[in-house]
Antibody
Framework: EMQVVESGGGFIQPGRSLRLSCTGS????????MSWVRQAPGKGLEWVGFIRSKTYGETAEYAASVKGRFTISRDNSKSIAYLQMNSLNTDDTAVYYC??????????????WGQGTLVTVSS | QSALTQPASVSGSPGQSITISCTGT?????????VSWYQQHPGKAPKLIIFEVNNRPSGVSNRFSGSKSGNTASLTISGLQAEDEADYYCSSYTVNYRVFGGGTKLTVL
């Protein structure tokens, strides 16, 4: 069974950095693109970014709201994707979900979701 | 990139059918078939229920169906059940970018 599990969330002060991890199991990790989606308390879903699979060069794309501050990377040998978050502000407070990002010839979507990890940015 | 537009809430009685709309622009929904829908129960992670406009993943009830016309995608739930009460989100993926709708709260009366 395909599964992803996030970790690394917690309480952090504005301006500081935090790294989230997403561990995959039940699938060949290097074959899948991985995505991050966040959800602020009581709000809707917001795309953060994704990183392509090894076949597609492991390049990443980001939402405008996090571009330049957040970096997604991956370690296929450990089946882990990372979300490095720098210069955090209170607007970054959210549950962060990791997903497997699947594509057909004409469409891409989140196939499996983790349980999420809460990041709280506050002084 | 602007968020896709969904109604904030819809409601229906058990056994009825409801439709949730998702409106984009000619640059996203109007061009691409990369539309997906997600169901989220309170306190839970979202779950994929429709991908590529009208395809269901294995295990998702055939009471859920999707469609698209022009810049608007739709999710229809037929034979409404109490367990369908949840938040529903549409999402579109264009070249190197994706966007979600604001979400629709479905209440089963």
């Amino acid at each position: 069974e395909m599964q992803v599990v996030e970790s690394g969330g917690g309480f952090i002060q504005p301006g500081r950095s935090l790294r989230l991890s997403c561990t995959g199991s039940g699938f060949t990790f290097s074959d899948y693109a991985m995505s991050w989606v966040r959800q602020a308390p009581g709000k809707g879903l917001e795309w953060v970014g994704f990183i392509r699979s090894k076949t597609y060069g492991e390049t990443a794309e980001y939402a405008a709201s996090v571009k330049g501050r957040f970096t997604i990377s991956r370690d296929n040998s450990k089946s882990i994707a990372y979300l490095q978050m720098n210069s955090l502000n209170t607007d970054d407070t959210a549950v962060y979900y990791c997903t497997t990002w699947g594509c057909t010839s004409t469409s891409c979507f989140d196939t499996h979701w983790g349980q999420g990890t809460l990041v709280t940015v506050s002084s | 990139q602007s968020a896709l537009t969904q109604p904030a809430s819809v409601s229906g009685s058990p056994g009825q059918s409801i439709t949730i709309s998702c409106t984009g622009t000619s640059s996203d929904l109007g061009v691409y078939n990369s539309v997906s829908w997600y169901q989220q129960h309170p306190g839970k992670a979202p779950k994929l229920i429709i991908f590529e406009v009208n395809n269901r993943p294995s295990g998702v009830s055939n009471r859920f169906s999707g469609s698209k016309s022009g810049n608007t995608a739709s999710l229809t739930i037929s034979g409404l059940q109490a367990e369908d009460e949840a938040d529903y989100y549409c999402s579109s993926y264009t070249v190197n970018y994706r966007v979600f709708g604001g979400g629709t709260k479905l209440t089963v009366l």
